[in-house]
C-alpha cells in the first residue's frame, strides 16, 4: 500500500522545497527525515509516515509548497 | 489531568557555556534535540558565542561573502555551510548566540509560530536596554533604526528546534562591511552602539534566559554552566530503579 509523505502544518502562509534526503528506491522507517522544507528563517524536516521504499517524489527543490501538499509516496 | 507543576515541558535547562566551537556546538545540539524529542520532552537553551567564522544557511550565498578564500583564510574565518534557515552569518567575539532546543508540539508551536516568538525574544532585549526595534519579516532578524542588530537562522529537527538568534552586543562592526548578512546590504549594528544604557555580554546572556523563559512559559529554570556531557551522572538511586 502507498503513503502518503504530506507537509504538515507550519504555520506559514508559504513554504519552500528545500531538498530530499533520500532518493527514490530507498528505504525508510517511519519517523526517519526524508526531505526539507524552507519558510522564512527555518529549515524544518519532513518525515516518513511508515516504514517501506520511498517510490516516488512529487516536489523537487524550489517548488512553492504548502501544509497538506503530498511531496511523495512510500511503498509499505 | 497533568499537573503543570509536574510538566516537563515547562522546566528549561539552560546552559551559560561561554566560547563554544562550532563542532562541540552541533554535538550538544544534536544531544539535546534527541532529548527534546524524546517520551518526556525536555526544553533546553543554549547561550554562547562563537569563535570568529561564518555560517551559511539554506538561504545564504556565497556572493554575500566579499573576501577570497585567501583572505578568509588569512582573517582566520572558516566558512561552514550548516542546515538551517537564514543566510549567512559573521561571528565575532562580542556577539551571544541564543540556540533554544524546543519540542514544538508539547509546547503548541509551529515552526512560524515559533519563528516569530524568537523574533518577539529579540525585539524584548532591545527593548529592555531602551533601544526600539522591530522584527524583520522578510530576512528574519531584527531591526534598530534600519539596521540589522540581530540575525535569525533555525532548524527544526525531529519535531525540535536548534540553532537560533545571535544578536549583536558589542562587536566590531568594521568587520560586517564585508559580509552581507542574511543578504542585507546594510552594515550591521550593535546593542552598545544604539544604547544609551550600559551594555554588557553577561547581562545579554542573562536577559537571553529571563526573555526566553517568559516568553514560552517555563517556569522553572535550570542553569548550567558546562554542557551535559560535562555534568555528573544520574544518581545511584536512579541508576538502580532502571529495567
Given at each position: 500500500?502507498?503513503?502518503?509523505?504530506?507537509?504538515?502544518?507550519?504555520?506559514?502562509?508559504?513554504?519552500?522545497?528545500?531538498?530530499?534526503?533520500?532518493?527514490?528506491?530507498?528505504?525508510?522507517?517511519?519517523?526517519?527525515?526524508?526531505?526539507?522544507?524552507?519558510?522564512?528563517?527555518?529549515?524544518?524536516?519532513?518525515?516518513?509516515?511508515?516504514?517501506?521504499?520511498?517510490?516516488?517524489?512529487?516536489?523537487?527543490?524550489?517548488?512553492?509548497?504548502?501544509?497538506?501538499?503530498?511531496?511523495?509516496?512510500?511503498?509499505? | 489531568?497533568?499537573?503543570?507543576?509536574?510538566?516537563?515541558?515547562?522546566?528549561?535547562?539552560?546552559?551559560?557555556?561561554?566560547?563554544?566551537?562550532?563542532?562541540?556546538?552541533?554535538?550538544?545540539?544534536?544531544?539535546?534535540?534527541?532529548?527534546?524529542?524524546?517520551?518526556?520532552?525536555?526544553?533546553?537553551?543554549?547561550?554562547?558565542?562563537?569563535?570568529?567564522?561564518?555560517t551559511v544557511g539554506r538561504e545564504g550565498s556565497r556572493?554575500h561573502?566579499?573576501?577570497?578564500?585567501?583572505?578568509?583564510?588569512?582573517?582566520?574565518?572558516?566558512?561552514?555551510w550548516?542546515?538551517?534557515?537564514g543566510g549567512v552569518m559573521?561571528?565575532?567575539?562580542?556577539?551571544?548566540?541564543?540556540?533554544?532546543?524546543?519540542?514544538?508540539?508539547?509546547?503548541?508551536?509551529?515552526?512560524?509560530?515559533?519563528?516569530?516568538?524568537?523574533?518577539?525574544?529579540?525585539?524584548?532585549?532591545?527593548?529592555?536596554?531602551?533601544?526600539?526595534?522591530?522584527?524583520?519579516?522578510?530576512?528574519?532578524?531584527?531591526?534598530?533604526?534600519?539596521?540589522?542588530?540581530?540575525?535569525?537562522g533555525?532548524?527544526?529537527?525531529?519535531?525540535?528546534?536548534?540553532?537560533?538568534?545571535?544578536?549583536?552586543?558589542?562587536?566590531?562592526?568594521?568587520?560586517?562591511?564585508?559580509?552581507?548578512?542574511d543578504g542585507?546590504?546594510?552594515?550591521?549594528?550593535?546593542?552598545?552602539?544604539?544604547?544609551?544604557?550600559?551594555?554588557?555580554?553577561?547581562?545579554?546572556?542573562?536577559?537571553?534566559?529571563?526573555?526566553?523563559?517568559?516568553?514560552?512559559?517555563?517556569?522553572?529554570?535550570?542553569?548550567?554552566?558546562?554542557?551535559?556531557?560535562?555534568?555528573?551522572?544520574?544518581?545511584?538511586?536512579?541508576?538502580?530503579?532502571?529495567?
Amino acid at each position: 500500500m502507498k503513503v502518503a509523505v504530506v507537509l504538515p502544518e507550519l504555520g506559514a502562509a508559504r513554504a519552500t522545497f528545500s531538498l530530499w534526503h533520500v532518493r527514490p528506491g530507498d528505504r525508510v522507517f517511519e519517523g526517519d527525515r526524508v526531505a526539507e522544507v524552507l519558510i522564512p528563517g527555518a529549515a524544518v524536516d519532513v518525515h516518513a509516515p511508515a516504514d517501506g521504499v520511498l517510490v516516488e517524489q512529487a516536489a523537487f527543490p524550489q517548488d512553492v509548497v504548502s501544509a497538506g501538499q503530498v511531496l511523495g509516496w512510500v511503498e509499505e | 489531568m497533568t499537573d503543570p507543576q509536574h510538566d516537563p515541558a515547562r522546566a528549561l535547562s539552560a546552559y551559560l557555556l561561554g566560547t563554544l566551537g562550532f563542532d562541540a556546538l552541533l554535538a550538544l545540539q544534536r544531544r539535546l534535540v534527541y532529548e527534546a524529542g524524546g517520551p518526556r520532552p525536555v526544553a533546553s537553551l543554549v547561550v554562547c558565542d562563537h569563535p570568529p567564522g561564518i555560517t551559511v544557511g539554506r538561504e545564504g550565498s556565497r556572493a554575500h561573502i566579499r573576501p577570497s578564500p585567501e583572505q578568509l583564510h588569512a582573517r582566520g574565518w572558516p566558512v561552514r555551510w550548516v542546515g538551517r534557515g537564514g543566510g549567512v552569518m559573521l561571528h565575532l567575539p562580542g556577539q551571544v548566540a541564543c540556540y533554544p532546543v524546543l519540542p514544538l508540539a508539547a509546547l503548541g508551536l509551529t515552526p512560524a509560530g515559533y519563528v516569530a516568538g524568537l523574533q518577539a525574544v529579540g525585539v524584548d532585549l532591545l527593548r529592555w536596554y531602551g533601544v526600539t526595534a522591530e522584527p524583520d519579516p522578510d530576512r528574519p532578524g531584527v531591526r534598530a533604526n534600519g539596521r540589522r542588530v540581530a540575525h535569525l537562522g533555525v532548524a527544526v529537527r525531529g519535531g525540535a528546534t536548534c540553532f537560533g538568534l545571535v544578536v549583536n552586543t558589542d562587536p566590531d562592526l568594521r568587520p560586517f562591511r564585508d559580509v552581507r548578512c542574511d543578504g542585507d546590504p546594510a552594515p550591521m549594528t550593535s546593542i552598545a552602539r544604539e544604547s544609551s544604557h550600559r551594555v554588557t555580554v553577561p547581562g545579554v546572556r542573562q536577559r537571553f534566559v529571563e526573555l526566553v523563559a517568559a516568553r514560552w512559559g517555563f517556569d522553572r529554570i535550570s542553569l548550567f554552566h558546562q554542557g551535559p556531557g560535562a555534568l555528573p551522572r544520574p544518581t545511584p538511586h536512579a541508576a538502580a530503579h532502571r529495567p
